[in-house]
């Protein structure tokens, strides 16, 4: 049960009146569950932070609950073999967040004998970690006074408050850190920043918000004015690159040829089979005749199979894929290609639509 008369000490009437008001909503109406909710443990904690990072909580529940599972400790998490590691957060996407997780882990590990860092300064100097990730390890681990702005938090605040500001824009982060600090309850801020969050999340949702259901509902300058969907406003459009990446299959008696990416690049360190990407969309008659294609194969290389192409959709990038199949005797590919089964291969990470295609149509 909330304390209200902590909540009453050093406040002014409107961070009063917000606070209160929300830590009542937790308290009685606030039924989110999380397997991390509640935790204490800094390291689960700053893996649950990191794995929903551009990640739904439907989705990254399963992946957390894995993680903890087989690596329940950040010692664990660091002696473990990249390989293994990447596997496991295979399907999660921005891959950068797993090598950002070992590297951290295995920092943690040397140099501090695996005691994740205590101080909101300790904590963002990590690599991967930002201000909303260090307030939300802070407060919730060690309930220190820092104030959580997340999307959630960003979209109550602009909407009850009537905030204009662009919050992508460096004057609204600004603002919106700024108020966030203000109304944060400083005795209870672990408690209060996940209320804010779930209220974020549950009921003030980005599209048909459950406003008669929402504590604010008569105050919600938003509410009040009917325009919810207006809320919060952002000065940037999200440009979509379009990329057509055409994948061979290759298959010899010596298994199938595949490389790690190591480019700076989507899909880093993860695993990919023989790849042309072409500028424009092109068929298979005019790849053939691309010089990206006679480098690899000969000019009359018959294709064995064509598959059904695949479109995936990554936050600034749309992914156009074609797939194809061709057997070869012998083959001569660059240095950077290796053979494996398709058993080895079951165990190497790759990205989501090569892991479907695996899983989908290549049998062991």
């Not at 602009?158 to 005795?187: H, M, Q, Y």
């Not at 749309?318 to 165990?347: C, E």
Request: glycine letters at 4%; one cysteine or more.
């Amino acid at each position: 049960m909330f304390d209200n008369s902590l909540i009453r000490q050093k406040m002014s009437s409107n961070q009063y009146f917000f606070t209160s008001k929300l830590m009542h909503w937790n308290e009685h109406a606030n039924h989110r569950d999380m397997p991390w909710k509640g935790e204490k443990d800094p390291y689960k904690i700053w893996l649950s932070e990191v794995i929903l990072q551009q990640t739904r909580v439907e989705q990254g529940w399963a992946y957390y609950n894995r993680f903890i599972k087989k690596y329940p400790n950040i010692k664990k998490l660091a002696a473990a073999k990249d390989t293994d590691v990447f596997k496991l957060w295979e399907g999660l996407g921005y891959y950068s967040r797993c090598r950002n997780l070992l590297y951290t882990a295995r920092l943690i590990t040397e140099k501090n004998n695996g005691i994740f860092p205590v101080t909101y300064q300790e904590v963002i100097n990590l690599k991967g970690v930002g201000s909303y990730t260090a307030a939300a390890i802070t407060s919730f681990a060690y309930n220190a006074p820092h104030a959580v702005v997340d999307g959630n938090v960003s979209r109550v605040l602009s909407r009850v408050f009537g905030i204009a500001t662009p919050i992508d824009s460096t004057k609204g982060k600004k603002e919106f850190e700024a108020k966030a600090d203000a109304l944060l309850d400083k005795k209870q801020p672990a408690l209060y920043n996940q209320a804010l969050m779930d209220l974020g999340a549950t009921i003030c949702k980005p599209r048909s918000p459950l406003c008669e259901d929402c504590p604010f509902m008569k105050n919600c300058k938003a509410f009040v004015t009917e325009s919810q969907h207006l809320f919060p406003i952002k000065e940037k459009q999200l440009k979509i690159k379009n990329r057509r990446l055409h994948y061979f299959i290759v298959e010899t008696k010596d298994g199938y040829w595949i490389r790690k990416r190591m480019e700076n690049d989507i899909w880093q360190q993860l695993h990919e089979f023989v790849l042309i990407e072409t500028d424009i969309s092109v068929d298979l008659k005019s790849l053939k005749k691309t010089k990206a294609f006679q480098s690899l194969f000969p000019a009359n290389q018959e294709i064995n199979e064509e598959f059904e192409k695949v479109t995936q959709q990554l936050t600034h990038q749309a992914i156009h894929a074609s797939f194809y199949k061709v057997f070869l005797d012998k083959w001569h590919p660059g240095a950077d290609f290796f053979n494996v089964s398709i058993k080895q291969m079951q165990k190497l990470a790759f990205p989501k639509l090569l892991a479907a295609f695996i899983k989908n149509y290549l049998r062991p």
